[in-house]
């Protein structure tokens, strides 16, 4: 395999021309530029990217730390950030946690170790000892789908409180009264719980409800999850026209119990989800939603990181995407 002391001594130049020619190419007169390549042309080298990495301080590769990869949300926030990457020569590295603290740390340390030029921490909350390694490794960190009023950090993702309370908003507009929530878990301060208070602010504002206890569902995020907490709801409201669940997988759980009971979607209750995912255009029926700007978030993350390592002053340290309702068939008017 050939060095760049082979390419230097091919050209007839310093070693430290060779680099200058991969890293600053103007910088060298045009002749040698052309003898270098030609050299690096003929023998086939290829700079070694951890060599490169020691010695210009910067490895061209960021850390996603995710939740759960498998997730489709996540799938389709990634592909933003690595169509983006690609276009401004970053590479991602992926660290699936399974929301495990430790995992968290563990590969947080093996990205540090790897010296990654960034980190994109997705979707959980940022914790002190998190927020302390961070510190630690002295590189850009961009939250993404998650945010932090504690640490200044800076994050890109949607209002959830607002999306959640404008799809009651739609609910309400479309003549439902009688609705009730498959939320996430109260104790998920990124998304359980701000979806939930923006719930529970429309229904106080276009209800007139001051309490909605009865009227919600706290489950993980999990299809059979919200299938089930779909059963829970039909026996305590059986008058209900409308159920708004805190996410697309859980919408569909909610179709698929109300489908086993032999109630129609929309004509007996209607659905709406959160997410916009591909698999609610491909359910039947096509499920009425509130849009998150996915690929967008994850495009958006990269540029912000990429400002960060060049420093490059941030319009606003919390970036809100803005979000809408995607009217399918789901739901109607009642």
Known sequence: MSTIRDVARLA??????????MNAPESVVPE?????????????????????????KETRTAGAVIPDISNLYAAEVVKGMEDMGHA?????????????????IRNLTVLREKQVDGIFFMSKP????????????????????TESLVYELPSVKVHDEQASYDALTYLVA?????????????????AGLPRYKGFKRACRDGLGLA???????????????????????IDRI???TAVFCASDEMALGAISLLYDLGLR????????????????????????????????????????????????????????LPHRIIERDSVRAV
């Open 126 to 145: 940022v914790t002190e000892p998190y927020y302390e390694m961070f510190q630690t490794m002295k590189i850009p960190v961009v939250l993404v789908a």
């Open 12 to 21: 007839d130049v310093s070693i430290s021309t060779v680099s200058r020619v």
């Open 88 to 104: 401004l020569g970053m590479n991602l590295i992926l660290c699936n946690t399974d929301g495990s603290e430790s995992r968290i």
């Open 265 to 320: 979607v929309p004509d007996d209750i209607s659905v709406i989800g959160f997410d916009n995912l591909k698999i609610g255009r491909m359910s039947i029926p096509k499920l009425t939603t509130v849009e998150q700007p996915m690929y967008e978030i994850g495009r958006q993350a990269m540029q912000i990181l990429q400002k960060l390592r060049n420093s490059d002053p941030l319009e606003q340290l919390r970036l809100y």
């Open 238 to 240: 059986p008058d209900l």
């Open 32 to 56: 040698k530029r052309e003898r270098v390549r030609q050299a690096i042309d003929d023998l086939g080298y290829r700079p070694n990217a951890l060599a490169r990495g020691l010695i210009y």
């Open 211 to 233: 309490k909605v206890g009865d009227r919600v569902e706290f489950v993980p995020f999990k299809y059979q999850a919200a299938y089930e907490a779909m059963s829970r709801l």
């Open 174 to 190: 479309k003549g439902h009264r009688r609705i009730a929530m498959i939320s996430g878990p109260i104790g998920d301060t990124v």
